[in-house]
């Protein structure tokens, strides 16, 4: 359960401030090591900042969201939940120029559903994708080994839909004065979607971002669950209650100011993005194919951070789709 | 292959002759055989190329290509007769893997020649020592060696049984065969009856006779069984004597008995409530109730009812704190990253 498991010993923040500090030495440490050459202007003008990083990763939670949610066969939520919790976890230890966003995605969609054991084979998986599909399967076994080291190997998330769910069978058998919680289940499962887009995740515990969800829901219907929280949940432990209620205030804050970036803006910092990028890592950039064909001729050994496991079948096929793409 | 092997003294010879047997010697060089029994013819004694006194006997036919991996193996084989503790001898890995590593070095030392006074000197120390165990060792390997050879010899036993048996089976078929037909002829010989109706008979009788022989050979041939204990349990042989029942019991020391602590959970909340109370509590009116396909296969409603409050419950009582590690350490780096940017 949560109190014992890596997520909580491992990958907690205290605040946002904490999680921002993170991203911000992930940033520094990608353009301190990249533009070792240019004077601080020009940094700032060529390279992303934290917060532009931040908006760009918030747009591709987005996208994530919808590729789960056109996902063939239907995507379990806490399948969708898993993998925004990779994506989160994945850059905040690295900077979005290091690792091209939209390969890591994919990827973190396919490690969430072997990870909770939503079984798709990997035809089934690239046959939601758009394009090249055997080039989409190499790359997301490229990246696969690359995500899970990032994770640490600590794969295992705690969502918050079973506390959910533990809740309202709680409320039901033990709070009958409130009359069928079930009416509270669009209000909450809008919330719990807005909740991974925040870093409240980071920060807080599953049962008490779904606690903060039936709240908000129960708040937003004009209805009060406050007695439930107070005498049943709580009623040994008055100090521990206000630990609470400061949590779920903060939680609902930060749902509150949630904000999908505008699409201009993401075009500018995508384009931004491409020339900044770490080219060794971008399999679209010339340097990254010099290097596969190298491996794939002499088969050498490689530097950190690349993580190519693609067979050679595989390698040929991904430099043939690529040159014939554009003639680099 | 054989043919680049030359004999360093008539040289010639050995390409002539690829039938021709290299020995070797106790100082590691090689001498085909004719020219040993050359060397030996005159007298002499003493190896070609280094000259170190010879005897005839310390000639052994090499298998080795390369004569120093011969000289090798026999010296090797001379130290391990004396050096033959085991893992058991020593109460830790590290003690037995420093003994092997002394055993290597006096070999390495004997086979090239590095201070061979302070070896000796240590072997002699060695088996000053140690000859109590080593002769202890050498029984043990003696009988082990002795309940190999038994083994082998039951197994050869019960092969030639087994084929004694079936050539047995063959001479009785045979037999059988000839009677019958000697019989056939007798009555059509001396027999009053219709001559066809004897043969019809008979050949009736073999069919019978030989539906049996099936049935004979299938049963379990009763061979001489060898037992291998004696009525009250005790194992006949050297099988049961085995070198670990003269040794004394090793003392154990007095160690606290073992006493059960039930796991206790920190879940960070309000203690949800036992598995057991949740029928009484009336949570299952709430939740799915098993069908039947999944009761049968142990599911029930109170275990997902169980986990569902565990996890709900669970961390309610969780503050924020600082665990991710990146983020330690960034505020130690980011200091030199200033720095850095400071003065470029």
Known sequence: MFATSTQRHFWMF???????????????????????????????????????????????????????????????????GTALHYLKRFYVNNSVMDYPPKEILVTCVYLACKVEEFNVSMDQFVGNLKGDREKAAAIILNNELLLMQQLDYQLTVHNPFRPLEGLMIDMKTRFPTFSDPERLRPGIDEFLEQVFYTDAILIYSPSQISLAAIIHSASTSKENVDEYITKILFSEDQKRLLNLIEAVKKIRVMVRNVQLPHRDTIKALEKKLALCCNPDNNSESPAFKKRMKQSFDEEESFEDGQYPSASSDQVRSMLMGLSEMGKI | MDDYQTCPKCKTTKYRNPAMVLMVNACGHALCESCVELLFAKGSGACPECKCPLRRNNFRVQLFEDPAVDKEVDIRKRILKEFNKRQEDFPTLREYNDYLEEVETIIFNLVFDIDPTNTNKMIDNYKKENKDITQKNRNRQSQEEMELEELLEAEKAQQSEKANLYVNAELEEKKQKHKAREKLIDELMFSDADAKSIVASHVQATAALAKEQPKAAAQPSSGVVKSSKFSSGIQIGLRGQHTNSFLPIPKQED??????????????????????KLGKLNYFANIRA???AERAGGYTEAMSCCRALQEALGGLFYSPQLTHKTAVLATNSSTQDTDDMETT
Do not use: W
């Open chain 2, 255 to 276: 160690l606290p008995l073992y006493r059960y602590t039930a796991p206790v959970f920190d879940y960070d909340g309000p203690p949800p409530p036992p598995i057991e």
């Open chain 2, 290 to 292: 098993a069908n039947i």
């Open chain 1, 14 to 80: 205290k605040d946002e401030t904490d999680v921002s500090n993170a991203r911000l030495s992930a940033n520094i440490k990608y353009i301190s090591s990249r533009g070792r050459n240019m004077t601080v202007i020009e940094r700032e003008a060529h390279f992303l900042n934290v917060i532009e990083e931040k908006s760009l990763i918030m747009s591709y939670e987005y996208q994530l969201r919808d590729f789960c949610r056109k996902f063939h066969p239907p995507m379990p939520r806490y399948v969708i």
